[in-house]
């Protein structure tokens, strides 16, 4: 049996506390953690994760954040988003959120397009949400011929305020795009389901192929956000959505072992205030009421002592990771990894291993195998088009 293979040549540390690896948009190569490695892998990872050369084994969970960031996104850091695939027969996707960008970092992943057909919000902010109409127009493009999108999530305090509310706004929303290709795609890859669900109840909301997606409700900004505990094989993967430190996250936490708990933290206010140039009135109210600080992760992680943490929707830079993690370990011990965009968490019964991806800037999309063969039908011309369009014979024939 070999364990994690070591680095040969150490590459750039952060500033601070010694042996956290530097952010990878400054250079790092490694998961943002001083312990990559949580019990005793059955098989060789390689020091990086590459899509494409290694398979997902049966019974495994592998967890790659897509997007780890803010609302304000950059190249380095999309909006939220997790994706989960699950070593079972079929290879279920389970994608839970899609911020702004996070459709790209899946890109980089090689999976199959037409597979991403599953998606759980937690909540109906911007940077949770903006990248649906990538996947419901622009993925039916890229190779989701044969089938539509489901999405699952919660209702709110009124009826204008939950999922079903606004998955349908986005149908409505995207009438030109579906229509500009009705006559070369199948009928199913227009559909666009929701199932919305209470979102104050902690119960099951999602029951397949041996998965068990259960909701419970988290405290953030409005009535209407959730989290959720994704159950497979006996590995328990937690993901917070975002929300102030809560019970009803440790209560679902408490039936067996939590594998991987990822949850949100924000920078400390006179952080968040220096970089984001904003009063610490301001921030204060930003992290305070809406939002997770270090210590608070770190209590939650206190109680519910997961094999391995991740903190997610955080800013990351060289200087103030480090300070966020002293933060962090006044209050908790145990392993925990400040996850980027592309941090892919291998979760096996054995072992909880994490890493960083190296991926390729432009991919080809990986389409899957189809349920059914896309048309192939030209769409009809308006009639200006005939006076509109300039004539191109003249260089088409050209040899
Ligand atoms: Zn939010
Ligand atoms: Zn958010």
Not at 192 to 203: D, I, M, R
Not at 226 to 238: K, Q
Not at 319 to 339: C, E, I, M, N
Request: proline share 9%; aromatic share 8%; hydrophobic share 40%.
């Amino acid at each position: 049996m070999v364990r994690y293979m070591p680095a040969q040549e150490e590459p750039p540390q952060s500033e601070g506390l010694s042996g956290l690896p530097a952010p990878t948009f400054a250079g790092g190569k490694r998961a943002m953690t001083t312990d990559p490695v949580v019990g005793s892998p059955a098989r060789t990872y390689p020091e990086v994760f590459v899509p494409g050369e290694e398979d997902l084994e049966d019974g495994e969970f592998r967890v790659t954040v897509l997007g780890s960031g803010n609302p304000w996104v950059t190249r380095a850091q999309a909006s939220g988003s997790i994706l989960v695939e699950v070593g079972n027969r079929e290879r279920d996707l389970l994608i839970f959120d899609l911020g702004t960008g996070s459709l790209a970092n899946f890109a980089s992943l090689k999976l199959p397009v037409n597979a991403l057909d599953k998606v759980f919000i937690t909540h109906l902010h911007a940077d949770h949400i903006a990248d649906l109409i990538t996947l419901f127009g622009s993925y039916r493009k890229s190779g989701r011929v044969d089938r539509g999108v489901k999405v699952w999530g919660p209702s709110g305090p009124e009826a204008r305020l939950g999922t079903a509310h606004f998955v349908a706004g986005i149908r409505e929303a995207c009438q030109w795009d579906s229509d500009s290709t009705r006559s070369i795609h199948a009928p199913e890859s227009f559909e666009l389901e929701v199932e919305e669900f209470e979102y104050s109840a902690t119960q099951v909301v999602y029951e397949q192929n041996g998965v068990t997606v259960t909701s419970f409700p988290v405290v953030h900004a409005l009535s209407g956000a959730v989290g959720y505990r994704i159950d497979f094989a006996g590995l328990t993967v937690v993901h917070s959505g975002d929300t102030r430190p809560g019970w009803p996250l440790v209560h679902a936490c408490e039936e067996g072992n939590v594998d991987l708990l990822i949850h949100e933290c924000f920078p400390p206010a006179e952080a968040i205030a220096a970089s984001m140039g904003v009063p610490i009135e301001r921030a204060r109210v930003i992290v305070d009421e809406a939002h997770t600080s270090p210590r608070g992760a770190g209590k939650v992680f206190d109680l519910v002592r997961p094999r391995m943490a991740g903190l997610w929707h955080t800013v990351v830079t060289p200087a103030g990771t480090p300070l966020l993690f002293d933060d962090l370990r006044k209050v908790y011990d145990g392993p925990v990894v400040q996850t980027q965009d592309l941090t892919v968490f291998n979760v096996t019964t054995e072992a909880v291993i994490v890493r960083q991806s190296e991926v390729e800037a432009q991919p080809r999309p990986v389409p899957g195998t189809p349920r059914s063969e896309p048309q192939a039908r030209p769409p009809a011309q308006p009639d200006w088009w005939d006076d509109a369009l300039i004539p191109l014979d003249d260089v088409n024939s050209l040899p």
